[in-house]
C-alpha cells in the first residue's frame, strides 16, 4: 500500500469513528413518547407565594359599594403599553396581603381560583354578591446556560411548561445536556434543585414539567462544550490530529 493509500486509509478510519460518536439517544427530546401514550400528566395548579405581586379588584352592582374595598394604584405595566395594574398587593413574608377595610388575609399556598372564593366569602357580609378578579402580576422563569437565548421571562397566564420556558430561550444549544437540566425552586422558604431527563418522556407526569413563579432553569454544558473553552473547538482538533498523523506516516513510509 502507497504512502497516499495509508494517509486516504487513516483519515477514512479516524472520520468514521468521530461520526459514530453522536448518537440520537443524546439529542432528541421525548424519545419514548409511544411508552407513555395514554398516560395521565401531573395535575397542577399555580400556588401564591410570599412576594407575589396580585392584582385583585372588587366589584358589584352598585360599583360605589365596592369602592372602599379597591387600592387606588397608581402603577403601571409598560409591558401592557402603560396601562394600569389596577389594585396590587404585595404578599409578605407570612403570606398574607393587607385588604381595605377587612385587615390582613393570608393567601399563600392557595390557588388563585381558592383565594378568590376566600375573599369573596369574607365579602359576603359587606357587599351582596361580589366579584372578585386576581391575577398574579409578577409570575416570572429564569432560564441560564447551555440555551440561545439566556434571560429572564414574564409569563402571562397561570402556567408554563418548562418545554415552554426553553423554547422562550431558543430552545438548547448543541452543547446543552438533556439529560439533566437543572431547576431550583424556592417554596414556602425551601429550595430545592431537581434535575429533569427531557429526553425521556416520564417526566411530563413529575412536579417538574410545570415550573412556577420564580423557578430557575439551568442547562448544563457538555463535555465537549468544556473541553472546546480549554482545547477550541472539535472542528480545529481534529485538523490538528489528522495533519499531525498524516505528517508522520508520511515521514515513516518514505
Avoid: W
Avoid at 439529560?179 to 430545592?192: A, D
Avoid at 417526566?203 to 413563579?213: E, W
Amino acid at each position: 500500500m502507497s504512502s497516499k493509500q495509508a494517509v486516504r486509509s487513516l483519515m477514512m478510519v479516524m472520520l468514521l469513528g468521530v461520526l459514530s460518536c453522536g448518537s440520537p439517544k443524546k439529542i432528541v427530546y421525548l424519545q419514548n413518547a409511544s411508552a407513555n401514550a395514554g398516560k395521565n400528566a401531573t395535575s397542577y395548579e399555580l400556588l401564591i407565594q410570599p412576594d407575589d405581586m396580585l392584582q385583585i379588584i372588587v366589584s358589584a352592582e352598585n360599583p360605589e359599594v365596592a369602592v372602599p374595598y379597591n387600592l387606588k394604584s397608581t402603577s403601571v405595566d409598560e409591558a401592557m403599553g402603560g396601562q394600569s395594574l389596577g389594585d396590587v398587593y404585595l404578599v409578605d413574608k407570612n403570606g398574607e396581603i393587607e385588604f381595605p377595610q377587612l385587615g390582613k388575609i393570608k393567601l399563600s399556598e392557595l390557588s388563585c381560583a381558592e383565594a378568590k372564593e376566600k375573599i369573596k366569602t369574607i365579602l359576603k357580609d359587606h357587599i351582596h354578591n361580589p366579584s372578585i378578579q386576581l391575577k398574579i402580576t409578577n409570575f416570572k422563569i429564569s432560564v441560564l446556560g447551555e440555551v440561545s437565548t439566556p434571560g429572564v421571562y414574564k409569563v402571562s397566564g397561570e402556567r408554563i411548561t418548562l418545554l415552554e420556558a426553553l423554547s422562550l430561550s431558543g430552545d438548547l444549544t448543541i452543547y446543552g445536556k438533556r439529560k439533566n437540566i437543572m431547576v431550583v425552586r424556592e417554596k414556602e422558604g425551601v429550595k430545592s434543585i431537581e434535575k429533569v431527563d427531557i429526553t425521556n418522556t416520564d417526566f411530563i407526569n413529575s412536579p417538574y414539567y410545570y415550573l412556577t413563579q420564580n423557578d430557575v432553569v439551568y442547562v448544563e454544558p457538555n463535555k465537549t462544550q468544556i473541553n472546546n473553552s480549554v482545547i477550541g473547538s472539535d472542528i480545529r482538533t481534529l485538523l490538528t490530529v489528522l495533519s499531525f498523523a498524516m505528517g508522520v506516516i508520511l515521514i515513516f513510509t518514505r
